[in-house]
């Protein structure tokens, strides 16, 4: 799955360059809500708790195929914390940690633009497909590790254009990691990593903004 996502990622770049009228940059800054998990990936284990909301950056490259279409490769980054309470049947009791976690998503984006007022309102929508990285470190331990899986997500928003070229970004955003589909991110007595986890699926909710940059013709 990840081969394919990052093939599909590089075919859409050469593509873009190649065929796009205009290329657009897109600078974000957004606020993530708060996102509640729990797992119980066995008949002994189990973690419940959440992901702190906090703030998230970005950027992102958008090839204008035409007028109203648009196709983005983007990166967004959330350093935050996850407060947990975990139980192992190893260990016969329940444990309380605070984990540091750094959620990476890459994602391919499709957008549709809607005629605004005067052409400096632009309003928009679209879907996202591609992969969410988890950076996790349990400061108990001072383990770490990594995971990486299928992430999706819709947005919508506006554009509103402050010259021909500049313009401010108003968004709201839903991103999800799929948990279920093979596994899953836990949190545990050995650390941090990827491990069974058949219950729980992520979801952030995003609202935020940025600016918006039109770099061809």
Do not use: C
């Not at 009228?21 to 998990?37: E, K, P």
């Not at 992901?51 to 983005?72: A, D, R, Y």
């Not at 983007?74 to 407060?83: C, E, F, G, M, S």
């Not at 632009?122 to 497909?129: A, D, S, T, W």
């Amino acid at each position: 799955m990840k081969h394919l996502i990052i093939s599909l990622l590089l075919v859409t770049i050469v593509t873009g360059l190649a065929t796009s009228q205009n290329i657009r940059f897109n600078g974000y800054a957004a606020y993530v809500f708060d996102d509640r998990v729990d797992s119980y990936y066995s008949n002994t284990d189990y973690y419940d708790g959440k992901i702190e909301g906090g703030f998230q950056w970005g950027g992102g490259l958008e090839f204008m195929v035409n007028p109203t279409k648009g196709i983005e490769l983007k990166y967004l980054r959330q350093d935050t914390k996850a407060p947990m309470e975990y139980y192992s049947f190893d260990n016969n009791r329940v444990m309380n940690t605070e984990f540091d976690l750094a959620i990476n998503y890459v994602l391919l984006s499709g957008t549709n633009y809607f005629k605004g007022v005067g052409n400096k309102v632009e309003p928009y929508g679209g879907l996202e497909l591609g992969m969410a990285i988890f950076n996790i470190e349990n400061p108990d331990n001072g383990k770490s590790e990594g995971s990486t899986k299928f992430a999706w997500g819709f947005k919508l928003g506006t554009n509103i254009w402050a010259s021909e070229k500049v313009g401010i970004k108003l968004q709201g955003e839903l991103l999800s990691a799929v948990q279920s589909a093979g596994g899953g991110v836990y949190f545990g007595t050995g650390g941090a990593g990827a491990g069974v986890s058949t219950y729980s699926t992520m979801y952030q909710w995003i609202l935020g903004g940025g600016l918006t940059f039109k770099l061809g013709n």
